[in-house]
């Protein structure tokens, strides 16, 4: 038997505040599209905007639905439709930005695993890293420099 050992590293930021000004920029729109949300289930709203090569800023909310599984995180919403309207640009960065109706969230909220699985599509698809940031509503900020940071084993093509 042998030991595998699996290291990630994050760098952590107070608030927003100590983001750069276009990592801000990012964020504010995160946060704005996060109002756009539908969450009347779970009250649990999340705002995502993607940073493209060229320059575009495509953005996601999560769309709950009774059925539970049929609805989809705003990282997702996200992503798809950066694949679907620029399917030869790179992501460059993403931001994520979560929020309750019911209690303040003060604590950086990761993607789930759904997400972090679509997200690695990409960034293997791309062969370059995609930078990640998170947060809840307030407070700390966590940055990735990959997704591959946040989903050491993924499934991939490699994989068929």
Not at 4 to 23: A, H
Not at 27 to 37: C, G, L, S, T
Not at 131 to 143: A, C, Q, R, S, T
Request: net charge negative; with cysteine; hydrophobic share 35%.
């Amino acid at each position: 038997m042998k030991e595998i050992k699996i290291t990630t590293s994050f760098e952590g930021f107070s608030d927003r505040n100590e983001l750069s000004e276009d990592i801000q920029a990012l964020m504010n729109q995160a946060i704005e599209v996060r109002k756009n949300a539908y969450a009347p289930y779970s009250k649990f709203k999340v705002g995502a905007a993607i940073l493209l090569d060229n320059g575009k800023v495509v953005l996601g909310s999560n769309q709950e639905n009774a059925a539970y599984p049929s609805g989809l995180c705003a990282e997702r919403v996200a992503i798809f439709q950066a694949g679907a309207l620029y399917p030869d640009a790179k992501i460059l960065k993403i931001v994520v930005s979560a929020a309750s109706e019911t209690t303040q969230t003060n604590a950086p909220i990761p993607p789930c695993g759904s997400c972090r699985q679509s997200l690695s599509e990409y960034e293997n698809r791309q062969q370059t890293p995609i930078e990640i940031y998170f947060m809840g509503e307030v407070g700390e900020v966590y940055k990735s420099n990959s997704i591959e940071n946040l989903l050491p084993f993924s499934f991939s093509n490699k994989n068929l």
